[in-house]
């Protein structure tokens, strides 16, 4: 928890998450751990998508951040709207929701779906959480969909679309972990200085129009893990 780590690096793209969560209890091995906020660098420019520190929950209330090389992006409310930016060509964000839910798309590049979400009460009780009023740990549930990576992409999740990756992590066991954090460890969202990093803000060949599959990354009563990521 309160640590930043790689997700995806390439040469032309980065993707750091910040990971906010409760400590270890006593006998577990790891934090219960949640992605509050992603940094996204591309080409020359970095964006930000972040949900807010909240205490108590309000479906009716916009609680994600955005900024766009560290100006504000501010999207009108309503589910539909669309802002295009001027200074990063290709750059497309769309609310999926009237509030906390959208879609950010680079053309032929990405497109990220972006969800703030709370740990409810219910969720806290069941696995036992601890979550107090002060603090509801709104958080992001992601999913990235790729149109261009190279065999050569790493990252935490960016290395599962590399040539021969083997999952080091055991499918069954009750809290599987990945590990990896020497390797994908970095100073903050927009540093690109964990030991395996390759993005150097410009175009790469890159296996363009593939089909890869997309990953969803989120928490809720059915992972009950922390932070869980599927393809």
């Given at each position: 928890?309160d640590?930043?780590?790689?997700?995806?690096s390439?040469?032309?793209?980065?993707?750091?998450?910040h990971?906010?969560?409760?400590s270890k209890?006593q006998?577990?091995?790891?934090?219960?751990?949640?992605?509050q906020?992603i940094?996204?660098?591309?080409?020359?420019h970095?964006l930000?998508l972040?949900?807010?520190?909240?205490?108590k929950?309000?479906?009716a209330?916009d609680e994600l951040s955005l900024?766009?090389?560290?100006?504000?992006i501010?999207?009108?409310?309503?589910?539909g709207?669309?802002?295009e930016?001027a200074?990063?060509p290709?750059?497309?964000?769309?609310?999926l929701?009237?509030?906390n839910s959208v879609?950010v798309?680079?053309a032929?590049?990405?497109v990220?779906?972006?969800?703030?979400v709370?740990?409810?009460?219910?969720?806290?009780?069941?696995?036992?959480?601890?979550?107090?009023?002060?603090d509801?740990f709104?958080?992001l549930?992601l999913?990235?969909?790729f149109?261009?990576?190279?065999?050569q992409?790493t990252?935490v999740?960016?290395?599962?679309?590399?040539?021969?990756?083997?999952?080091?992590?055991?499918?069954?066991v009750?809290?599987?972990?990945?590990?990896?954090?020497?390797?994908?460890?970095?100073s903050d969202?927009?540093?690109?200085?964990?030991?395996?990093?390759?993005?150097?803000g410009?175009?790469?060949?890159?296996?363009?129009?593939h089909?890869?599959p997309e990953?969803?990354?989120?928490?809720g009563?059915a992972?009950?893990?922390g932070i869980?990521c599927?393809k």
């Amino acid at each position: 928890k309160d640590r930043d780590f790689c997700l995806v690096s390439e040469t032309n793209l980065h993707i750091n998450g910040h990971f906010i969560g409760k400590s270890k209890k006593q006998g577990l091995k790891r934090d219960f751990t949640w992605v509050q906020s992603i940094g996204v660098q591309f080409d020359s420019h970095k964006l930000y998508l972040g949900a807010n520190k909240v205490a108590k929950w309000d479906d009716a209330r916009d609680e994600l951040s955005l900024l766009l090389d560290d100006q504000p992006i501010v999207l009108p409310p309503g589910r539909g709207v669309d802002w295009e930016s001027a200074s990063a060509p290709g750059l497309k964000i769309s609310r999926l929701q009237d509030a906390n839910s959208v879609t950010v798309e680079v053309a032929e590049s990405f497109v990220i779906t972006a969800r703030v979400v709370p740990i409810t009460a219910e969720e806290s009780r069941i696995h036992k959480y601890e979550i107090t009023e002060d603090d509801c740990f709104a958080h992001l549930e992601l999913n990235f969909k790729f149109f261009a990576l190279s065999p050569q992409v790493t990252g935490v999740l960016g290395q599962t679309y590399s040539a021969g990756f083997k999952s080091p992590v055991k499918v069954g066991v009750a809290m599987p972990i990945m590990g990896g954090e020497d390797k994908f460890a970095a100073s903050d969202l927009f540093s690109a200085d964990c030991k395996v990093a390759r993005f150097a803000g410009r175009a790469i060949e890159s296996v363009a129009g593939h089909n890869f599959p997309e990953v969803a990354c989120g928490s809720g009563s059915a992972a009950g893990r922390g932070i869980v990521c599927r393809k």
